[in-house]
């Protein structure tokens, strides 16, 4: 009698053993890099064969895309929604600021670590790619009617980038006063294109 197959269960199985080779991938990464972590060394930290994690992803570059992504997705850079219901330019750029603090704060050791690559290392320059482009449409929320001015949105987009805020910590404020330092300055600035 031909043995029968659970697909489903099957398909459970799949997607476990793809988030473990994915989880031991982030692992991996945090300690060595991307460019320092081999498929192999993949393999064993994830317990599976290294065939395995070849069948899922077919090379090192997709598997570090896909885990990078998910990197970026752990570090919950804030979406448009949180502006849902928030009037105000003031408002909605305080909120802006602090929330993008919060995810500097949380995404810090990777920072270090991507900084730690060597220039060119495909998997960084893709969540980077993705990084900005998600900044882009948040800011674009946060400034609402003031979205369509290019410079508004170029000129906040570069301030929020992390050296920034760090910046002024490093100067010896807290994160609360370098929130609002540079959320000030960004109000100041803006107050003159609208």
Same mark, same amino acid.
């Given at each position: ?13 799949? #997607? ?10 982030? /692992? ?12 192999? +060394?993949?393999?064993?930290? *994830? ?25 970026? !997705? +752990? ?14 330019? /003031? ?30 290392? /495909? ?5 980077? #790619?993705?990084?900005?482009? /998600? ?12 979205? +369509?001015?290019? +410079? #508004?949105?170029?000129?906040?987009? !570069? ?18 006063? *370098? ?16």
């Amino acid at each position: 009698m031909p043995r029968s197959y659970a697909l489903g269960k099957r398909a459970v199985q799949r #997607a476990d053993t793809r988030r473990r080779i994915i989880d031991a991938a982030v /692992e991996l990464y945090q300690e060595h890099g991307v460019t320092g972590t081999t498929m192999l +060394d993949v393999a064993r930290r *994830a317990d599976v064969a290294p065939g395995t994690v070849a069948n899922h992803f077919g090379s090192a570059e997709a598997l570090a895309t896909e885990a990078t992504a998910k990197i970026l !997705a +752990d570090l919950r850079l804030p979406s448009p929604e949180l502006f849902g219901g928030v009037d105000g330019l /003031e408002v909605r750029i305080r909120l802006l600021v602090r929330e993008l603090a919060a995810f500097y704060d949380r995404g810090e050791t990777w920072y270090r670590v991507m900084q730690r690559e060597p220039t060119g290392a /495909e998997a960084w320059a893709d969540a980077e #790619a993705r990084y900005y482009l /998600e900044l882009d449409t948040l800011v674009r929320a946060a400034l609402g009617p003031v979205a +369509d001015d290019p +410079d #508004a949105v170029a000129v906040v987009a !570069a301030v929020l980038r992390t050296w920034v805020i760090g910046s002024i910590q490093a100067s010896g404020r807290s994160v609360d006063e *370098a929130v609002d330092l540079t959320a000030g300055l960004l109000l100041a600035w803006l107050s003159t294109r609208t």
